[in-house]
Each structure stands twice: as C-alpha cells, then as structure tokens.
C-alpha cells in the first residue's frame, strides 16, 4: 500500500499515512482529531548500489580479458621491454 503525507488543517501537525488507492475516508489528525488534507509527496529516494545497474557489468569474458591486458600495458604472449641502464 502507498504511503500519503498529512497535515492536519487544525494543528499544523504533519504526519503520514498507509491506505488504499480507492480509500476515500476523511483522514483525523493523530494529535487534536482534527480533520487532515493530503500535502503532496517528496520524492523517493531511490539509490542503485551493487553492481548490475551499468551497462559494463554485463561485458563479455573475452572483453574484460582484453581490457585487463591493455590496463597492464601488454598482450598475450609479449613481454614489456624496459630500457637497461647499463
């Protein structure tokens, strides 16, 4: 069920709410009883954490290999020369 956010038109007091779409019943206050209006909602915060949001989770084996040997500079087979210092 969606929650709703409240403010009660005699106190001011703000509160919330779970109930049914289609339920229509006045809504009370639960300080003074006194009659509520429903105040629009504020944003959900929604957050992707973990992986399988991006487009890169879902790279081919063969891809991420690749991508690792061109991190460490080299490719399959070949060795990295450095300059000597003789």
């Not at 409240?6 to 003074?32: A, M, N, V, W």
């Not at 490719?75 to 300059?83: F, H, V």
Request: glycine share 12%.
């Amino acid at each position: 069920m969606p929650t709703y956010d409240y403010r009660c038109r005699k106190c001011g007091h703000r509160f919330e709410l779970q109930h049914s779409i289609k339920d229509e019943t006045p809504k009370r206050c639960p300080k003074c009883r006194g009659r509520a209006g429903r105040v629009p909602a504020r944003g959900a915060g929604l957050l992707f954490k973990g992986s399988g949001f991006h487009a890169t989770d879902y790279r081919s084996k063969s891809y991420k290999e690749k991508a690792k040997q061109e991190k460490s500079g080299g490719s399959p087979g070949t060795e990295s020369k450095s300059p000597k210092g003789d």
